[in-house]
């Protein structure tokens, strides 16, 4: 069974910076796209962009463009998400999900448990 | 960008009633690749349709998805208590690969 296990929930101040994880088991890693997605308090999904990792290749949504960075590490079988410095607005749960095999167009199956992250002074 | 627009926004209905609840597309989705999740409270959303209309594995046939273009639909024939959650149409065509708002499906 393919799971995607998240970084525990995170409390963190206003220009922290800060990198949160999603290891992913019972599969093969490198050839499926991983992808972030966030949900602030109480509102919809927000896709935020996704990471090959058998190349680094990355694609992100307009709105999160040089907000965050998305990445992969295929030794320890896990991508990651982080920002260099954190805002109050950036207090939500986030979620990875994994792609189908070699495409990035196909739906989010499976999904982590979310990791949230609270940005607070 | 490609945005999605779900309506209603709440639904409310009752156990054994029909729900339709609606994705609108900004532009044609290419190659029908529309998918539905189904959230419930505290949990990740959970893929119930992908391609507009297949259902994924272990999902109950009383979900179907239909439509093209820029007009899709998920219908729950017969409404189980289970059921009442928020749903949310995504495109995985076009980069950003963007969600709908979300419906509430309400008792």
């Known amino acids: 069974e393919v799971q995607l296990i998240q970084s525990g929930a995170e409390v963190k101040k206003p220009g922290e910076s800060l990198k949160i994880s999603c290891q992913v088991s019972g599969s093969t890693f490198s050839n499926y796209w991983i992808g972030w997605v966030r949900q602030m308090p109480g509102k919809g999904l927000e896709w935020m962009g996704i990471v090959y990792p058998a190349t680094s290749t990355t694609r992100y949504s307009p709105s999160f463009l040089g907000q965050v960075t998305i990445s992969a590490d295929t030794s320890v079988n896990t991508a990651y998400l982080q920002w260099s410095s954190l805002k109050a607005s950036d207090t939500a749960m986030y979620y990875c999900?994994?792609?189908?095999?070699?495409?990035?167009?196909?739906?989010?199956?499976?999904w982590g448990q979310g990791t949230l992250v609270t940005v607070s002074s | 960008e490609i945005v999605l627009t779900q309506s209603p926004d709440t639904l409310s209905l009752s156990p054994g009633e029909r729900a339709t609840l609606s994705c609108r597309a900004s532009e044609s989705v290419s190659r029908s690749f529309l998918a539905w999740y189904q959230q419930k409270p505290d949990q990740p959303p959970k893929v119930l349709i992908f391609?507009?209309?297949s259902r994924a594995t272990g999902v109950p046939d009383r979900f179907s998805g239909s439509g093209s273009g820029t007009d899709f639909t998920l219908t729950i024939s017969r409404l189980e208590a289970e059921d009442f959650a928020v749903y949310y149409c995504q495109q995985y065509g076009y980069s950003p690969f963007s969600f709908g708002q979300g419906t509430k499906l309400e008792i």
């Open positions: 391609g507009t209309s």
């Open positions: 999900a994994r792609h189908g095999l070699h495409t990035e167009h196909t739906w989010f199956d499976p």
